[in-house]
């Protein structure tokens, strides 16, 4: 249920700011803040005190594929795009 709710409000900050990194910023912050009490709540939080670099990665590489795509969509022919997509 809760996961519903986080989904609505995230679908809802989406439809008023209509941005689409700030979406995804505040919807992180959020799936982060629960899995943290829920780490916290269970007592194994400890054990994810130091960073773990192959998750760092793999989160460069996420936010990179995302501005490169961002980028080639804007970058395309004016008629191969949707006005409302731009």
């Given at each position: 249920?809760?996961?519903?709710?986080?989904?609505?409000?995230?679908?809802a900050?989406?439809?008023?700011?209509?941005?689409?990194y700030?979406?995804?910023?505040?919807h992180?912050?959020?799936?982060?803040f629960?899995?943290?009490?829920a780490?916290?709540?269970?007592g194994?939080?400890?054990?994810?005190?130091?960073?773990?670099?192959?998750?760092?990665?793999?989160?460069?590489?996420?936010?990179?594929?995302l501005?490169?795509a961002?980028?080639?969509?804007?970058?395309?022919?004016?008629g191969?795009?949707?006005?409302?997509?731009?």
């Open positions: 249920m809760l996961l519903t709710v986080i989904g609505l409000v995230t679908s900050y989406f439809f008023v700011s209509r941005d689409v700030g979406t995804i910023a505040f992180n912050f959020l799936g982060i629960g899995v943290i009490e780490l916290d709540t269970s194994i939080l400890a054990s994810f005190e130091r960073p773990v670099v192959p998750l760092l990665a793999m989160a460069v590489v996420a936010i990179a594929a501005i490169l961002h980028a080639r969509l804007l970058n395309q022919e004016p191969s795009t949707p006005s409302r997509v731009r």
